[in-house]
């Protein structure tokens, strides 16, 4: 993180989507079965590397202003 105000708040946002993943994948797995959620979290487990590459990208090509 570039600013030390950011880490509470990568904090919550992380709580929060922990508690908030818990309840969908429960919901999820009684509706679609245990094997729908896994093939949903490997789909999502690929494609997160992917776009999180492509923001590195963008932004090394942005100069850092402090």
Do not use: K
Request: with cysteine; proline share 5%.
């Amino acid at each position: 993180a570039r600013s030390e105000t950011f880490i509470p708040w990568a904090w919550g946002i992380n709580g929060c989507a922990s508690v908030l993943s818990a309840i969908l994948a429960t919901l999820l797995a009684m509706h679609i079965g245990f094997s729908g959620v896994v093939m949903i979290a490997v789909v999502l487990y690929l494609v997160a590397p992917a776009l999180l590459a492509n923001r590195l990208t963008i932004r090394t090509m942005i100069p850092f202003r402090s």
